[in-house]
């Protein structure tokens, strides 16, 4: 742990104080280096809840906003999101897309746009903001075009989770596979994302939720969040997407791939029916990786699609994922598995690289 100075926040600014903040496989992801270039040092953390710019009197820290930002107001609270809409470029005036010109996600900028500055330093050193969110700090600042507004009656502790795989995996299952009530879907992969696409599959009224993961641990979790059926490709001697074509007379009629594995990723796509079958991939494969698959598959009336953070628009669309919750159609407390302290953070890695649990929520104050 270490103090950092926050600066305030420039034009179309927002700073921060972060109340609850989770872990993400992106922060490992980035930390190793893993086909990417990030910037370092840097502050960690794609998904937080906390507070907007509200003013505490007296002795207590001042937090405001820069200029340009009219739509938030003292005692807002707000959902940082790795990425954003700025609601101006084409994705943003689109229907169809949440992928904003100017804010998608960017791992290499380090620093606001605004002035191409940090707000985070250290003895006057700067040290570099992490997909524009940083959230493993007490204060951060935010371009306002990546920060959801939210129902004040929603509780911080469990909603923060929405900023990043929650609603990745939800959003590719509602927003974009779509699946009719009683059909049958695959999902590949049941870390928090899949059984967030599992969620989204229950949630649509999928008569048959098909679990595909070489963990056959995690099986008895996914049942909580409408997992019908599981299989292990470990435990066949042919591809998976023909264990799963014989299990459903010739396909599924929805797949979501989870996992960033590029053979997953063609049995996700080979498994679905033919004539109205679609897939969805979400993992993030390796940068040489490249998807093969004969052309035939598409002809004869498959569909593949990808998606970014579910294709929610995050201002626009957050909000009402939030409500769902509050309207107990979506249950957010079992993707919940441990709690920690602020002072434990490093503990809350430690889950999440022997993979026990889903998501460890961290308390900032405590």
Not at 50 to 65: A, C, D, L
Not at 89 to 110: K, P
Not at 195 to 204: D, K
Not at 286 to 296: G, I, L, N, Y
């Amino acid at each position: 742990m270490e103090e950092v100075e926050v600066a305030p926040p420039q034009a179309m600014e927002v700073r921060l104080k972060i109340l609850f903040t989770s872990l993400c496989h992106t922060d490992v992801y980035l930390w190793e280096a893993k086909g990417q270039t990030p910037l370092f040092p840097c502050i960690f953390g794609p998904e937080a809840g906390g507070y907007g710019h509200f003013k505490k009197r007296k002795k207590k820290i001042v937090e405001s906003v820069g200029e340009g930002v009219t739509d938030l107001k003292p005692g807002d609270h707000v959902l940082p999101v790795f990425t954003g809409e700025c609601k101006e470029c084409r994705h943003c005036e689109s229907e169809e897309s949440n992928m904003c010109d100017l804010l998608r996600i960017n791992t290499d900028r380090g620093v606001m746009l605004n002035d191409g500055k940090s707000r985070f330093s250290i003895n006057g050193q700067p040290i570099y903001h992490f997909v524009g969110t940083s959230t493993f700090s007490e204060y951060t600042v935010v371009h306002v075009g990546c920060v959801a507004k939210i129902n004040p009656a929603a509780p911080l502790d469990k909603v923060c989770v929405l900023s990043c795989r929650i609603s990745t995996g939800l959003g590719a299952t509602l927003n974009v596979a779509k699946p009719k009530k009683g059909s049958t879907v695959a999902v590949f992969g049941l870390g928090a994302v899949g059984l967030a696409a599992a969620e989204g599959a229950r949630i649509s009224g999928a008569s048959r939720i098909i679990g595909i993961d070489l963990n056959a641990k995690r099986f008895d979790q996914a049942k909580k969040f409408g997992v019908t059926e599981f299989v292990n490709p470990k435990d066949h001697d042919k591809p998976v997407q023909e264990v799963l074509a014989e299990m459903t007379n010739g396909g599924v009629d929805r797949s979501i791939e989870c996992t960033g594995s590029i053979n997953a990723m063609i049995s996700a796509f080979e498994c679905v029916h033919d004539g109205w079958g679609v897939a969805v991939l979400v993992g993030v494969p390796s940068k040489d990786d490249a998807f093969k698959t004969h052309p035939v598959n598409i002809l004869n009336g498959r569909t593949i699609k990808g998606t970014f953070f579910g294709n929610y628009k995050p201002r626009s669309d957050l909000p009402s994922v939030v409500e769902k919750y509050m309207n107990k159609e979506l249950e957010l407390e079992k993707f919940i598995t441990h709690e920690v302290s602020f002072s434990e953070i490093n503990k809350a890695f430690e889950y999440m690289l022997r993979g026990d649990g889903l998501r460890c929520i961290i308390h900032m104050d405590a």
